[in-house]
């Protein structure tokens, strides 16, 4: 039986474990599904199945593509790990407390994230690498976002500055802003510099006398931290008290003085300053993620790149809604603010559910609470039997499918686990796993059909038993039903 779309995992041939063959798989997704699409029509809301699917398989596709080598892979598996994965998280640790409803849905997106596991072979290491993953990703987004936020201060500090230095002043104050700002155009250019890979792009003949050249720059910038403040100092003394200052307007060269604060001789000065030190953190930050290059460190730096692309979507967001607010765009605004506040609350506070979500996984996992090899399958029948814990007795023959259901699903999974682990993906064995599944899923019905009956013989003539006795028929029929399935 063919699968729909490339496959997350890549099983090899005897021996190797991997997700359960095809065709048991299927069977045990399409019950699962069934028992979903079910409860969503029965609720009213037949839109549950296609969006729980969608947050599920999203979550378990960002899981399964952080094992994949390739950049685009792990970017968009680190994407919908932070996105679809938190809105999952949030769903199943938040919703259990607020509403029964909820219990119900959770537990729903919970049988479908099984499935969706155990498709794409997805074990507890897979979820351990998952966790860490998504903890670079949320403090280089958190990071990133205190970054940005200092630069606007200083670029509105700087911006101020510079207003201030360029602006109408005294020839002395005029002389001061320039020598600031000479001075940290040498500090931008002390600490760009080295990190420019100029010895790298020159010829080895020529390397010796570019050394020597360099460190005369750095002594010259060194030498020019030093010097500036004490010559601002002297100079701001003998112009007060030395007489320097009646000695320039004596001779009219306050137009001169004043030309040195100027925006034709400031500006450039900044602009130097600032493309050498942003060029050189940028060539050294890309120097020490590339310095050992391997699979973690790869994951690594995307998941820091998935997180500055996230604050970067959220700066180009600030600014269009503050230009709606300022340039009084109603309609802009509203749509920037409904739309994007949701998303940035999930983003900001959804990491931290899908970090208690994933280290309960792998406490269990530690703990041997989960089979080893039938991690998936096991998650989705607890999902289903949690379902069915959350419809209570009030329907009993709708609760009893859904345990007839969890016990189908671990049935046939487990079937067709045993089936790779003796053979492989290898061998045809279709029609020995559809075999399995028609007897499995005929004995589940006649189960489900005989629990029917019970409950319309318990609703007629034994009427006044009340919820306790569809209770007794749900148990009653479980424990007839794992006799056969399991016998």
């Known amino acids: 039986m063919a699968i729909a779309g490339p496959r997350l995992d ?8 991997g997700r359960p063959r095809a065709a048991s798989l299927w069977v045990a997704t399409l019950v699962v599904v069934a028992v979903v699409g079910g409860i969503g029509i029965r609720t009213g809301e037949p ?14 596709a960002g899981v399964a593509l952080l094992k994949r080598d390739s950049f685009a892979r792990l970017f968009v598996g680190h994407l919908l790990l932070v996105t679809a994965g938190s ?3 949030v769903l199943v640790v938040v919703g259990p ?3 029964r409803a909820l219990f ?3 537990a729903c997106a919970l049988s479908l994230v099984g499935v969706a596991a155990a498709w794409a072979d997805v074990g507890s290491d897979d979820v351990a690498r998952a966790v860490k993953s998504a903890a670079v990703t949320y403090v280089s987004m958190l990071v990133s976002a205190i970054v940005v936020t200092v630069l606007l201060a200083i670029a509105v500090a700087g911006r101020v500055a510079m207003q201030w230095v360029t602006g109408p002043a005294a020839p002395l104050w005029s002389v001061v802003g320039f020598l600031a700002v000479v001075w940290a155009t040498a500090a931008a250019l002390l600490i760009g510099y080295r990190q420019l890979p100029l010895r790298q792009l020159t010829p080895r003949s020529r390397r010796e006398p570019l050394e020597s050249r360099l460190e005369r720059v750095h002594r010259g910038l060194r030498w020019t931290l030093f010097g500036l403040p004490v010559l601002g100092i002297v100079l701001t003394v003998l112009w007060t008290w030395g007489g320097f200052g009646s000695g320039v307007r004596q001779f009219g060269l306050e137009a001169l003085f004043r030309g040195l604060s100027s925006p034709f001789v400031v500006w450039p000065l900044v602009a130097v300053g600032f493309a050498v030190a ?3 953190t940028l060539a050294g930050a890309a120097r020490r993620l590339t310095r050992q290059i391997s699979v973690e460190s790869t994951r690594s730096a995307v998941a820091m790149t998935v997180g500055v692309a996230i604050t970067v979507v959220g700066v180009v967001w600030a600014v269009l809604l503050f230009f709606g607010l300022v340039r009084g765009v109603p309609r802009l605004a509203w749509g920037l603010t409904t739309s994007g506040a949701p998303v940035a609350a999930l983003l900001l506070a959804g990491p931290l559910p899908l970090f208690v979500v994933g280290g309960a996984a792998v406490l269990a996992d530690g703990l041997e609470l989960l089979p080893t090899r039938a991690t998936g399958p096991a998650v989705a029948a607890t999902g289903l039997l949690f379902v069915a814990i959350g419809l209570g007795g009030g329907e009993p023959i709708l609760t009893f499918a859904t345990v007839a259901g ?6 046939v999974s487990t079937f067709g686990l045993g089936l790779t682990a003796e053979l492989g993906h290898l061998p045809d064995t279709r029609r020995l796993e559809l075999f399995h599944a028609a007897v499995a899923v005929g004995v589940a019905l006649g189960a489900v059909l005989l629990a029917a009956g019970l409950e319309a013989l318990r609703s007629g003539a034994f009427a006044g038993i009340g919820t306790a ?5 749900i148990a009653f029929g479980a424990v007839l039903l794992l006799v056969p399935l399991r016998g």
Request: aromatic share 4%.
């Open 87 to 89: 809105a999952l998280a």
């Open 469 to 473: 006795g569809g209770a007794v028929v």
């Open 97 to 99: 407390f607020l509403d």
């Open 10 to 17: 890549s099983p090899s041939a005897i021996g190797d474990e």
């Open 104 to 106: 119900v849905v959770a």
């Open 47 to 60: 839109s549950l199945l296609p969006t729980l699917a969608l947050v599920a398989g999203g979550a378990v």
């Open 278 to 280: 942003l060029t050189g």
């Open 406 to 411: 969890a016990l189908l699903v671990w049935d």
